[in-house]
């Protein structure tokens, strides 16, 4: 079955950076695009960019763009999500989606000084 | 940039047919949008109901639909139950950049 298994929590100060995972399982991962998608506290969802696993070729929403760079590892069928310059209103769950709609259980990244 | 727009709130009965829409400011929402809809919880991540207008996920329960229904995207529940009480996002594809509506939260009473 498709897994989507996120890394822990961090705790950022502001203007660190963060880098987050997804290991991808139970498909062949360079055959769907991972998305990314976040949710501040009590917010809806905004979506934020995807990577193509097989060809490395990436679309960051316009709000991102210079801030967020997307990457993957295809031998260990990981995605990487890495925000720069954090704020504090960075501070939200970072989900990943694969196309048709498989979740990760999201990654909380709270930005505090 | 795109603004996809959602109903901020609905009621259902129980038992009762529920249809919540996805608009969009650049005029009429086609497969070509390849509409999500997703259900949230609270505390929980978001789970997929239907991608491509109308194609259910294999736990998407029977009685909820998606179509195209006078220019917008929807999801239709039929014979609403207690827990589909949440919130629910759609999501349209443009030139490769995807938006999410503001969510619809739904009640059921």
């Given at each position: 079955q498709v897994q989507l298994v996120q890394s822990g929590a961090e705790v950022k100060k502001p203007g660190a950076s963060v880098k987050v995972s997804c290991k991808a399982s139970g498909?062949?991962?360079?055959d769907y695009h991972i998305h990314w998608v976040r949710q501040a506290p009590g917010q809806g969802l905004e979506w934020m960019g995807w990577i193509n696993?097989?060809?490395?070729d990436t679309k960051y929403a316009q709000k991102f763009q210079g801030g967020v760079t997307m990457t993957r590892d295809t031998s260990i069928s990981t995605a990487y999500m890495e925000l720069s310059?954090?704020?504090?209103?960075?501070t939200a769950m970072y989900y990943c989606m694969r196309t048709w709609g498989y979740w990760g259980q999201g990654t909380l990244v709270t930005v505090s000084s | 940039q795109a603004v996809v727009t959602q109903e901020p709130s609905l009621t259902v009965s129980p038992g009762g047919t529920v249809t919540l829409t996805c608009g969009s400011s650049t005029g009429a929402v086609t497969s070509g949008h390849y509409p999500y809809w997703f259900q949230q919880k609270p505390g929980q991540a978001p789970r997929t109901l239907?991608?491509?207008?109308?194609t259910k996920q294999?736990?998407?329960?029977?009685r909820f639909s998606g179509s195209l229904l006078g220019g917008k995207a929807a999801l239709t529940l039929s014979g609403?139950?207690?827990?589909?009480e949440g919130e629910y996002y759609c999501s349209l594809l443009y030139s490769g950049a995807r938006g999410f509506g503001g969510g619809t939260k739904l009640t059921v009473l």
């Open positions: 498909y062949t991962f360079t696993p097989n060809s490395g310059s954090l704020r504090s209103d960075d | 239907i991608y491509d207008t109308s294999s736990w998407t329960p029977a609403a139950q207690p827990e589909d």
